[in-house]
């Protein structure tokens, strides 16, 4: 089963430390999505990345935040210096072809900031 | 211009019975309307999708009913079954634009046995 994989699937990270949160988009798949959701309520976009390229980051907090998907290996989203409010599902989602709207979501991965 | 607004927040249904969530988007400008089913502790997946052209699609036992021009679109959950609990996305994209989804708030459907 070639899914989205992330990892970790759990994060516990104290207030100030570093979050970097992996995700292996569905093979051949090239277009990843970051969204996070929050408890109780919806998903939200971050960002939409391509191999080496950040095509939309719109969503992304001003500060603190970044995503790469490098030419190899995984997406990574970094939180520098997380806080309580950090505390989310976060998912990743990949498409095959830019202009399609067929997006599958991996696991997630569930930070808490203590 | 970019919220999908869902009803109703949560739903209650006899095994058995007709599930229907509703979904209206403001931007016209969307042209891919997916529903994602997510169960507790995992990833949404992916249920089934219409894209503006056709005003029904069905697989299964789920269907999608497409309003264009009231800017609606809905779920129904044929024959519900006690399985079928979960909580339910409706989203939005322009495909031709990236594709970002923007997501419904969300329904948690119950089917009682």
């Known amino acids: 089963n070639a899914g989205v994989m992330q990892n970790p699937r759990h994060l516990v990270r104290r207030r100030g430390q570093e979050a970097r949160l992996r995700c292996s988009p569905m093979?051949?798949?090239?277009?990843v999505y970051w969204y996070r959701q929050l408890p109780e309520e919806g998903l939200k976009f971050m960002v939409y990345?391509?191999?080496?390229?950040?095509?939309?980051e719109s969503g992304m907090p001003k500060e603190r935040f970044s995503a790469e998907f490098p030419k190899e290996g995984p997406s990574i989203l970094r939180i520098q210096q997380v806080v309580r409010g950090d505390s989310a599902a976060y998912f990743c989602?990949?498409?095959?072809?830019?202009?399609?709207?067929?997006?599958?979501f991996g696991p997630g991965t569930r930070l808490t900031v203590t | 211009q970019q919220q999908v607004k869902q009803s109703p927040q949560s739903l209650i249904v006899q095994k058995g019975g007709i599930s229907i969530i509703n979904c209206a988007y403001e931007?016209?400008?969307?042209?891919?309307f997916p529903w994602y089913q997510q169960f507790p502790g995992k990833g949404p997946a992916l249920l089934i999708a219409i894209r503006p052209d056709v005003s029904e699609k069905k697989e299964g036992r789920f269907t999608i009913s497409f309003n264009k021009s009231a800017k609606q679109f809905s779920l129904h959950i044929m024959d519900s079954q006690p399985g079928d609990s979960a909580t339910y996305f409706c989203?939005?994209?322009?495909?031709?634009?990236?594709?970002?989804?923007?997501f419904g708030e969300g329904t948690q459907l119950t089917v009682n046995p």
């Open positions: 990345l391509q191999k080496e390229n950040i095509i939309d």
């Open positions: 093979k051949g798949h090239s277009h």
């Open positions: 931007n016209t400008a969307f042209d891919y």
């Open positions: 989203a939005a994209s322009k495909e031709t634009s990236g594709s970002r989804l923007t």
């Open positions: 989602a990949s498409s095959p072809n830019s202009g399609s709207g067929e997006q599958y």
